[in-house]
């Protein structure tokens, strides 16, 4: 298993009042995404958990696109990663972020 | 132990206890009154033709109303793997074998497990692990999976499988693993007579299922006990 | 004197030689060996019939239980290597030189072979090249062929697989070849004549059933979000802008879940009866949904499809069947159909590089083309326009005299920009050239060239590469849309953005569609089970894609 | 915690089969209703997959809690069939233990387990085959006490191993076409006994032989459900109405009903000849038919209507 964690500053914080959510399941191909409301407005990080070693890059790449596009402030974000592609985890982003804006 | 070992160990003042196609079934004198035996030997697979004979005999001693102890000795297989018990819901006849237990259970039997040899799987559950306090003799070899199995599932070498498998007892085969799950109470000494053991282990029945207790203080299931609690009292917390 | 009928003679020969194991022409399977024993010579050039759907199966084992010191050095000219008899053949010395078109599941197998120099090859055709070359250079002595019934005449009936059939008897029988055909049973009077007996030279009673592989059955259950998305960009991004209506699909998850929207969002899109109505396909359970809402007007059929053919009895003024009612399918025919007569290709692939040229050939595997270039290829020869047609080309050119502009088909490229395990789609460079320079191949394995490729559709967006007016900008639309993969971020961010204003690049966003609405519940059908309800039970889907 | 779905999208429409175990309980609640126990944010995980080199999940593949059925209270669990085949691990099972031993004292008008199970987690194998044991003695505690515990079966990975024995204690089970019951699964009894003894490959097979629909026909299930978590809702009702007790009239009647069975189609070896012996007209129609007439079916067929379980 490889950890990775990425920290970014927003221009705001996101919107909504959910404490907290769930999008995905951890199977193959897929991943399962917990998004809680517990950090500082400007504030998001990333946590991956991910069974396929050396996509370090990509990850940082696709969770730098949806930071910049949801501007996710406030929110820590913990990813179990059951292989998914890159698609996947940022539709599963998007998703999450639109539950906590609920 | 063989099974004769076994029950001439446990009744020494004789037995009615018989085996066919490898199930056990009988009474013997027990403790100053009978006991009731069900069980399978020879490492025997349980189908449903089993399991249903197995029932009879427990629903028999509950019927009888007499409360006396029944015990369950297992050297069995795992569950009979074929197309027709499945065909004929053999899940419906091995949940109905532990139900007949746990019912006698509840209405007073004093219900005793006792490995031996092998047990596995469906025909584990459905029998020994369905009594109120289970017990093994040395070289009882309870198991879900061999490692050989376990490796080609988990595509992982058996060689780390077998490391793995002497720090962690949750995923190993063998009775010193099972008896670290709390599955297994207690390992009975076959150098002395077995009916003393068991009548002690009837004398200190536990009130409710210890396993995950058991579990957490052998340290073969490090979690469960507190997983359970955290739930529980959440859910009384309304 | 010259000698004008040595063939033929020979060709009476060979037939003599096989009576003696026939009953008139009716030859049982047991002497099946017997019979190829006494009718092949070595060298012949022999096509065994088999493709990516039906096999000539009990020929094919028959053929591999030659005895190699009377039948070898053969030269095969088949559509597939598909059965392990195919490779085994070479093995033996019975087979040693190879002419053929496709080789799914014996790909990894063949380019060991070919490594090894077991087999001389000649070429890796498409299914219509291939054809062609039967009425030219490689005309086959003998052809082993697959059908479902005949007579004791050798009248033949293909059943719904009919397939490659009329092209390799029709190139065999009239050019002085023996046909030899397997049949699944003899009876007194077949459904209808697929071929005259007198082309038919023995007919063997199979042991049992010729094989068909279920190929085109895409399980609803297996696809997914990403799929839906992509389809409905395809939709809305490139069918309902050129107004598609001729069209051909390739076999993957992607374009199923096209056809598994169009009575959802195309019917919400207003789409119906202006996209999608004529089709070179074969019949494709995934097809049943759109059918029976009343968007398909006609289906032509490469072969047909395992469990479909109940429904297709059931649907003649949509599919081409005979006076009997079963499909008549036809490669040759639908090949042409899809590369003169559509307007749109959509297909997938395993790689793309930065040029557009695409293959779904691996380091080692040698999967072949099967008919993915024929419709996957522009055709100079098409003179009739369409507005699609004429559309397309206009942009292509853009400046110029219309009267003398050509058309373009559209070649579209329907990809995840990740596939399985996460390989990357996109690469600097196919995998397909390494290839060819270890098996001193000439030409490398592409299946669709760059210049064919109009639109690459992945996760991210659209290429439009008719509207790139140079390298650089083609290279950059396709970085554009390549994701996170290397490629894909290895692009020129302001380059791609310039391109996505001229809307060469287009985002979902830029077509109106939400990437969170793409749900599964937009799928007409979610199972194969919700097809046989579409199909009102005429559907009759084989066991392995059944869970009930 | 909430789970997500498409706007316009009518969770009680959703396909059992598809849906997520959260998406399965917040629409088999009252709206509104579920709340959960030990959730995701608790990150009670299991401690022993990192050893494998597997994934974690935060609820371990099973959701808990509490919730209301038409305004009544009920706790529940579902299992999540594409983690880890929603097989029993050492927290996943101890989640439904402590579930079950909190109804013991709370009383609800009912229990639900959502089946959605493999069988044993091999990583965890001890602990998983523990905690079935220990299930099916805390269902017989519930039952015993008058609780009714509800099992419903639809989901991809059906209720096998272990988890089709629990089904078999629970008072009264729902199956939908998709869902599965069984012990061994395909696979397992082909690698054991090879393909001539059950070709794992044969889906129509398999279901023939474990599925909903021949389970429901011999009485392995008491009410079927179309694969909608609506459909699964009213038959969760409905049953929670008519548990069977569990004391000895009950066990004796199931030890009749199941000795019967055997003793009947014992020599059969296919289900189709099972459900023509029991007088359905045309048996190789039974997959193909739609619930409706699959209803009427079964309402023809004695075995399919018991108390004795």
Redesign the interface.
Known sequence: MESLTFRHTTEKPLGGTAPSAITGVVASGNLEILLERVLPPDACEVAIETPIAGYGPVWEAVVADFVARAQPGGLRISINDGGARPDTVSLRLLQGARLMEA | MTLAEILASLFPEGHAVRVADGLVTGRAPFDGAEAAVIGIDGDTPLG??GA?AL??AV?DA??AGDRVPILVLVDSDS?R????????????????L???L??AD??GHPTVGLIYGHAA??A???TA??TRVLAALPGANPS??DLPS?AR??K?PLERLEE?AKS??????GLD??V????VHAVLDPARPLDAQVRDLIAGLPAE?V??RL?AERG?????????????A???RG | MTDWRSEARLRDERIAAGRAYADGKVVPATRAVALLEAVLRPGDRVCLEGDNQKQADCLARALAACDPGMVHDLHMVQSGIVLPEHLDVFETGIARRLDYSYSGPQGGRIARMLYGGQIALGAVHTYLELFARYFMDLTPNVALIAGVSADREGNLYTGPNTEDTPTVVEATAFKNGVVIAQVNEIVERVPRVDIPGDRIDFVVAADKPFYVEPLFTRDPAAMTETQVLMAMMAIKGIYAEYGIRRLNHGIGFGTAAIELLLPTYGERLGLKGRIATHWALNPHPTLIPAIESGWVQQVHCFGSEVGMDRYIRERPDVFFTGRDGSLRSNRAFCQTAGLYACDLFIGSTLQIDLAGHSSTVTRDRVAGFGGAPNMGSDPHGRRHPSDTWMKAGHEAQGVGDPMLMRGRKLVVQLVETFGDKLVPTFVERLDALELARKTGLELAPVMIYGDDVTHIVTEEGIANLLLCRDADEREQAIRGVAGYTEIGRGRDRAKVEELRARGIVRRPEDLGIEPLDADRALLAAKSIKDLVHWSGGLYEPPAKFRNW | MAAPLAAGTDPRALSWYEATARQRVAALADPGTFHEFLPPTERRMSPHLPLFDLPRAFDDGIVVGRARLDGKPVLVAAQEGRFMGGAFGEVHGAKLIGLLRAARDLRPAAVLILFDTGGVRLQEANAGETAIAEAMRAIAELRAAGVPVIGLIGGRAGAYGGGGLIAGTCSRLAVSEGGRISVSGPEVIETNRGAEEFDSRDRALVWRTMGGKHRRLIGGADAFAADTVAAFRAAALDLIGRAPAFDLATLEAEQARLEARIARFGDCRDATEIWARMGVNDPDAVPAMTTASFDETVARVAEAHHDAR
Do not use: Y
Not at chain 2, 168 to 173: H, K, L, Y
Not at chain 2, 180 to 183: I, M, N, P, S
Not at chain 2, 225 to 232: G, L, M, W
């Open positions: 449903v033709e249903l029932s009879r629903l509950v019927r569950q793997m074929s197309r027709r018990d499945e065909l004929l819901g053999l899940n419906e006849c091995l949940a109905h532990a139900k007949a746990l019912l509840r209405a799987a469906g584990f559950i459905a692990l369905a879900v999976m376990v599932v988990t992982l793995m962690t007892p949750v995923f190993a085969p693993n099972m670290a799950t709390g599955a299922d396993r995950d579990g073969g299931r490090p979690v469960a006990q507190a997983v359970a609690a955290a739930v529980a959440e859910a009384r």
